[in-house]
């Protein structure tokens, strides 16, 4: 197989594009050759952006660019006809537009994702101020630990949050070192549900809980549904009728087993629907570890000694699932989805945390002004407010937007969802054709900054759905 197209096209100016490529496979290389080729459509450099997630990666891109500029890569080859191709056409654009060479490196806009940020925010006239005078702190540990510890104290005395703070040390046996900690960890996360908190009352949050465990035990039905096959689903709904009957007939305490007491159950892949399908698995795996398929089946599962056409039936039915590849695997992750619902207790529990949490935020950022120090997160949210406002981009964002033209993002997969909505800010309005474009390379196989937040699902999501309204090839 050859990707020789994928790699032309790849350097097409006029495609928004996400490319998906394994370790050793030259991202590096089509990447800087992308941005190389991009020199030749431009007006100025500086509507050329390419962010990274390293000093290192930048500094490695930046100099395959320059040295492509030179004329330094081997010209042998397929790769080296490609540079020559886009050195040629940079050199002649910037010769007609009058860039002068020995400015032109000064001048490429390859830089981190931090960077970037602080770029933003410092370009925002009341928060770029303080901001400015801010050191950057990467290791902001010890100051999500102090504020928390701040937190506790601050809600054992004031009379109207002590109840919230009963509800959460109740819930951790009353261990402050595990509070603080729990607290400290949320702290480090916030981007994550900070701007969540910020428009709701805490009492509703339990329906985002819910919404969200709604979502994702569906996803898994779903997935589920697809892997298996209809005739299997159809057998095992069945044998779970027939067990059901028996079950009820023995005189067996209620429990999941009496939905399939109704004729019309199905395994619907939708959330309401998880105790049948759990119960199906109840049917074809043991319940102690290493939870495998089940040998042999009894009375207390619903299949008497007599029913001995049941049982060929359920045999069957198991060697059937048995040909599945990883069956077991398939199951044990059903058997292991919560229930999509929040009791009484857990929803005063959400409302309470959730207080606390607003809280522990407001304590950082007066810690942070104390000490004269910032983390990436802050940076983070400040360039987010500069570019986005309740929604439409800022004068500022406009700005930004506008002058960037062509937009590279290297490591896509290792992405935060609060850069994914930088990168969504820094091209809202853009549209496919308009002449700006939007390019992303990653291996979802290669996450690896978990510490940094990152969520592999936004690189799944982005190549379904795009970036905004902006759909990538």
Known sequence: MSDAVARELALDPARSILLQAPAGSGKTTVLAQRFLGLLATVDEPEELLAITFTRKAAAEM??????????????????GATWARLRAGALAHAAARGWPLNELGARLRIQTIDSLN???????????????SLQVVDDAGTLYRTAARRTLRH????AGMQADADVLLERLDNNLQ???????DLLDARASWLPLMAGNDPDALAAAVVASLERIVGESLQETQRLLPATLLAEATSLLQASARHREAAGHAPGPWQHWLRGDTRLAPEAAGLPLWQTMVDLALIASPPETLRKQIN?????PPKERELKARWKEWIDALARIDDIEDI?????????AVLGEEDRAATAALARILIIAAAELKLLFRERGVVDH???????????????????????HTLRIRHLLVDEFQDVSPSQVELIAALTAGWSRGDGRSLFLVG?????????????????????????????LE
């Not at 199951?331 to 229930?339: E, S």
């Open 62 to 79: 930046r100099e395959r660019v320059l040295m492509a500029l030179d004329g330094g890569l081997d010209a042998a080859g397929p790769v």
């Open 377 to 399: 997160t802050e940076v983070s949210a400040t360039a987010q407010q500069a570019l986005i406002a309740e929604g439409q981009p800022t004068e500022l964002g406009i700005r």
């Open 299 to 303: 009375i207390s599962s619903g299949f």
């Open 331 to 339: 199951l044990r992750r059903l058997r292991a989805l919560p229930p």
């Open 443 to 471: 291996d979802p196989m290669q996450s690896i900054y978990l510490f940094r937040h990152s969520e592999v699902g936004l690189f799944l999501r982005a190549r379904a759905r795009g970036i905004g309204e902006l759909p």
């Open 178 to 184: 595990r509070a603080e900690e729990l607290i400290a």
């Open 118 to 132: 602080h770029e933003i925010a410092r370009a925002m006239p009341v928060l770029g101020r303080f901001q400015g």
């Open 155 to 158: 809600i054992d005395a004031e």
